[in-house]
Structures are given as C-alpha cells and as structure tokens.
C-alpha cells in the first residue's frame, strides 16, 4: 500500500532476454511524481531495454511495471499514450515527410475527438478543434522550445540537433504526466545541451512532468537530477541521490574500472 | 493586439485556399469546368465523365496506398462491388440511383474491411498479394452468382434522373460526374489535414512511432481500407449509371493495376497527384489511338503500328518511374516555382 502512493511508476524484478543475452536482469525501481529520475550506465547496460519495455514495445519475460497503480503489462503499445506516458528516442522516431507542425500535432492525436466523417468535412467543430490546436501548439510548446523559424520545415532536411527538439515537442502535445527521454542531448555541442537542460527542467517545473532521462553528459544529469538509477550489465547496481552516486563505490567501479577516469567523468 | 493578429495568421495558416489570388483562381476554374460541357462534344464529354470516375476511384486508391502506405491491387475488385450493388439495388429493388450510390459506397467500404484484415500482419508486396485475392473472389462471384449478378449477360441500368429530368446524354450526365468529384476531392484533401489522415501517414511513414502517439494501428488500417473502398464503391456505381451496363469483365485485375499506375504516376500521398493521375491513364490511351490510327493508314507501317499504343503508354509509365518518382504532382510543383520565381529561377 505504501509504495503504491510513494511511487508514480514502479518497475518490479523485470527480466528480459534476447537469445542468450541477459538485457535485464531483475531491475526493480520507481519514480516519484515529480521528480527528475535519471537512468545512467555503460553502453549496452540495458538502459534503454527498460524504457521499451515500459511503452510494451518489448515484452519482458518477467515483471511488473505499475503507472498509478495500473499494470501496463497487458496493455497494447498504443494504450500507453492515453495513460500519459511519452518519449522520445535515441535515434529519433519522427515521421520524416512531415512538416514539424504536422508531427507536433500528431502528438496531441489522444486528445483530439474528429474522425473520419467531420474530419473530413471540416466544419463547425472539428475546424475550431483545428484551431485550438494550433493556438495550444504554438503559444505553448513552440514557443518554450524556441522553434519558431522551423515550423514549416520538413523533419528530413533538419539538422539531428533541432530534429531531437522536435521530438520533445511532439512528446510535449501528448500533455504527459510522465516524460520517458533517451540520450536528448546526443550529438549536440555545448550550447545546445544546455538549452536541452533548461528545457527539461521548464517542462519538470512549470508543467508539473515526471521525467524519466537516459543521458551519457554526466554534467547534466548530475545537475537537474532528483535521483539517478545506476544500471549495468542488466542489472541496478545503484540508486539515490546525484552526491552519493558520485561517491559508490559501485558505480565507480563499473563505469570505467579506471578509478581516477572515472571520478573525472563522474565529475567528482 | 498582438494576441489577435497571432490568431489571424493560424486561421489564415490552416485554410486549404490561403490568399484571395488563389480563391479567384479557383471559382473561374469552377466556372470553366461548368461551362465546358456546352462547348465540347459527345466523345470529349464521354472520355472527361471516364476521366471524373477515375478520380474518384483514385482518390481512393491513393488515400489507402500513398497515405497509409497499404498497397492494394484489389481495388477494381472494390469498384466491382459498388458497380453491382448499385445495379441490383436499381434495378431490382427499385431505388433511385442517388440512393444507391452512397449504398454501394457503403457495400464496398464493408467489403474493403474485411479484406484489409491481412494488413494488420502483413506489408508491402505481401500486402498485395492478399488484395489480389479479393479481386479474384469478386470476378469469381461476379460471374457464377447468376441469380443476382446475371453472370456473364450482365445487369442493364437505366439512366439516372432527378424529379422528371433525366440524365440520358453525356453532356448531362457530366454534371453528376462533376459534382461527386467536386466533393470527392474536397474530402479526401480534408481528410489528411486533420487527425484521421494524419494518423494515416504517420502510419506510412513510421508505425512504431505512430503506435506511440496512441494511434491505434488495427484501426486506422481498417478505417483507411474502408474509406478507400468507399470512393471504389461510388466510382463504380457512377460507372454502372453512366455505361448502363455491368459484365463480370470489366472489373480484372489489370484495372487495379491501371489504378495503382494512376496514382504512382499522379503522385502517391497527393490529391491533386489523384487528379493528375487519373487525366493522364485515360487521355493519354485516347491521344495515343489517334496517333496511331493515323498512322496505321500507311499499309507497309500497319503490322508494327497497331501494337505501338500499348508500347508507347507502357514507356510512359516507366518513364515517370524513372525520372519522376513523386509523379506529376511534383512535376507540377516545380514548373509552378519556376514560373512564380522567373527569371530569378536560378
Ligand atoms: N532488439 C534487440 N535485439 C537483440 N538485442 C538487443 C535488442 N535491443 C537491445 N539489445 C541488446 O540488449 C542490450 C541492452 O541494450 P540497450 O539498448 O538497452 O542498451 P543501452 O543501455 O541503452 O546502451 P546505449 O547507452 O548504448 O544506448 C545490448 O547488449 C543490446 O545489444
Ligand atoms: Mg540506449
């Protein structure tokens, strides 16, 4: 009973394999409402195994995961949206012919009620929903993620850094209560990531989100998280706050093995 | 005050006809096709009525296939079925045609659904493959059924009239043809602005993902089978009113390819590439025969002239393949640009 309030989302023992592979190891975890969660580890730890198994896109063997005391096991993949859960990828999933208005509104799909006869005529209802959209997109979340020059552009022919901006966007129109984000800052120079940070941490505050972040830039993730999840191998080898990851021993120790490089990398 | 000019713009952003230049262009567009048939003669009229049927059904086809990216080659089976319905209900139920037409929409809307089942497991030229079997199900019944679709005598259809008036002339028949097309088109280009057509090309393009935006993949396939059916169903219940006859041969399943060449070469996931698309299968045949007829005259040419239509039309099509993979659409588009920038195209 406890935990079921402490918690917003609850990872229980979740295993899964490919072939002989171990991806995840019975990772038990959970994420407070609120909190900036963030999941760290070496290449291959599982990290993002985990998310998709979250949105059902992988089945784990075993387990449990709970979204406000709900099971999400048994849900399809496309019931996860309406819950208020979104992502974004590692190797952005965006619909690449599309305009960034066109992919930021299909974002907000659940929310929208015409379907295939009004949409179709375009009147009365289904033209003012049109609109409240666009008004919504464009005040709200196009505005905070200062991509106004884009709107028009096709995905396609953006660079990577603005493409993973324009997947947050799209993540943002499904108005989650919970934020999955794997590696938003990848490929990005110095600048860029730190607008990418100050972004999550608007959208943590002002919108209330969870987050969930994978990241690699240690920097950021020791700065905005509430509490950071240290997988390897499969496994969690750690969990609390950013100063007593920063000092296990653990996490030190598996990182990088080399102790001075990894303090540094750590940051510490 | 800025708040209001903001809203200003959004509304003006999300009209299909954005400046006043392109609204005027438009009603005198409209007022030329509604003067047209007084000035053009019965064989031109009867080949722009082939031409209005044929943007209907491949408004459908491209709905379905350059959308949703579901490829089908069952769609002169989904014709067949408006076709038939619509004759059966004239004439042995006694409905009046305007009647029928949305009843055949609605007969091959059903059966589009159950034969886009498959397309929840399967994709691409498997998915093709299916619908292939729908147009060799349909052919099959169109033929044996003989209680119902007559077999191979066929179904003779009266012309369809309005409070005494009837619609027996190409010319007047036009005007049927003219306003389904008008709507057709008006819908289909609704359609993929809002949330149902934007599910569907996010389908296209990246399914997983659209999973993710909540869109429910099962559903949306069907929805997209059904609304192409549905345009299949009406071009061939217009068909059957204007031909006024059905036979099981006029709906092979090289008519579905013809449909799939349509919009590939007007341009998939266009509507206007429907439009373009659809002129060009039907005029270009007709252009073609001229050509040839004239040529064949000269008797040492007549044994290799009279298979050079089919010859000329095929090349055409793997030209655009070629050169043109987005098709006319795109072709068009950028003539447009070159004009409107001329002569700082460069
Ligand atoms: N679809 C799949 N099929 C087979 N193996 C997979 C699949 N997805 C992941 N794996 C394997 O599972 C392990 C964990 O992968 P995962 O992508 O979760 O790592 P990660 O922690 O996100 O790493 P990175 O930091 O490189 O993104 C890896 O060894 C990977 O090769
Ligand atoms: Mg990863």
Redesign the interface.
Same mark, same amino acid.
């Given at each position: 009973m406890e935990g079921r309030e402490k918690y917003q989302l609850k990872i229980e023992d979740i295993h899964l394999s490919f072939g002989g592979l171990k991806a995840l190891n019975g990772v038990t975890t959970g994420v407070r409402s609120g909190e900036i969660f963030s999941i760290i580890g070496p290449n291959g730890a599982g990290k993002t195994c985990l998310l998709n198994c979250i949105?059902r896109?992988y089945h784990p063997e075993k387990g449990k995961t709970l979204f406000e005391g709900q099971d999400l096991s048994r849900l399809?993949?496309?019931?996860?949206?309406?819950l208020g859960i979104?992502?974004t990828?590692q190797n952005v999933?965006?619909?690449?012919?599309?305009t960034v208005l066109?992919n930021i509104?299909? /974002?907000a799909?659940?929310h929208?009620?015409? /379907?295939?006869i009004s949409?179709?005529?375009?009147y009365g209802k289904?033209r003012r929903e049109?609109?409240a959209l666009?008004?919504h997109i464009?005040e709200e979340i196009i505005d905070l993620l200062e991509i106004e020059q884009i709107r028009k552009k096709t995905v396609h022919t953006l660079p990577y850094g603005l493409q993973k901006r324009v997947e947050l966007a799209?993540a943002l129109a499904?108005r989650p209560k919970i934020l999955l984000l794997d590696e938003p800052a990848t490929g990005m120079n110095l600048e860029e990531t730190e607008d990418i940070a100050r972004f999550i941490l608007d959208i943590n505050e002002e919108w209330g989100v969870t987050i969930i972040l994978i990241e690699h830039d240690m920097g950021v993730v020791m700065d905005i998280s509430d509490r950071i999840c240290v997988l390897d191998f499969g496994q969690k080898i750690a969990e609390g706050e950013p100063e007593e990851i920063r000092h296990n021993e653990h996490v030190i120790r598996a990182y990088l093995g080399e102790e001075d490089v990894t303090y540094s990398r750590l940051g510490a | 005050m800025r708040c209001g000019d903001f809203k200003d713009t959004y509304v003006r952003d999300e009209a299909i006809f954005q400046s006043v230049f392109v609204k005027v262009w438009l009603a005198l567009f409209l007022v030329c096709l509604l003067i047209f048939p007084f000035l053009a003669n019965e064989y031109v009229l009867y080949i722009v009525n082939l031409i209005g049927i044929a943007i209907i059904g491949a408004h459908g086809l491209n709905l379905l296939t350059g959308f949703t990216g579901q490829i089908s080659l069952g769609h002169a089976a989904f014709i067949g079925v408006g076709a038939y319905t619509s004759a059966i209900l004239i004439t042995r139920v006694g409905i009046p045609f305007w009647w029928s037409v949305p009843m055949a929409g609605i007969m091959s809307a059903f059966v589009g659904v159950i034969i886009g089942i498959p397309s929840l497991r399967i994709k691409g030229l498997y998915l093709a493959i299916a619908t292939i079997a729908a147009q060799f199900i349909f052919e099959y019944v169109f033929m044996t059924w003989e209680s119902m679709t007559r077999g191979i005598r066929g179904i003779n259809v009266p012309d369809p009239e309005l409070f005494g008036f009837r619609f027996d002339t190409e010319r007047k028949f036009y005007f049927i043809t003219l306003f389904f097309v008008v709507v057709g088109t008006l819908y289909a280009r609704n359609l993929i602005r809002t949330r149902v057509g934007r599910a569907f090309i996010a389908i296209r393009d990246r399914d997983l993902a659209a999973e993710l935006m909540g869109i429910n993949l099962f559903r949306y396939k069907l929805t997209s089978f059904a609304i192409s059916s549905f345009y299949a169903g009406v071009a061939g219940s217009l068909w059957v009113s204007f031909m006024n006859i059905v036979t099981p041969e006029h709906f092979p399943l090289s008519l579905s390819i013809e449909y799939l060449a349509m919009v590939i070469v007007g341009g998939l996931g266009s509507v206007l590439g429907s439009i373009y698309g659809a002129i060009f299968m039907v005029l270009v045949p007709e252009i073609l025969r001229f050509g040839t007829d004239f040529i064949k005259d000269i008797p040492a040419f007549q044994h290799i002239f009279a298979p050079l239509r089919e010859v000329v039309f095929g090349a055409l099509i793997v030209f655009f393949l070629i050169f043109e993979p987005r098709g006319l659409a795109e072709l068009w588009r950028r003539m447009k640009n070159f004009f409107l920038l001329w002569p700082f195209s460069y």
């Open positions: 949105n896109f399809k993949a496309h019931k996860i949206a309406s979104a992502r990828f999933e965006l619909f690449g012919h599309m066109d509104k299909l /974002g799909h659940i929208m009620k015409s /379907g295939s949409g179709g005529i375009y289904t049109e609109m666009r008004e464009e799209r499904m | -």
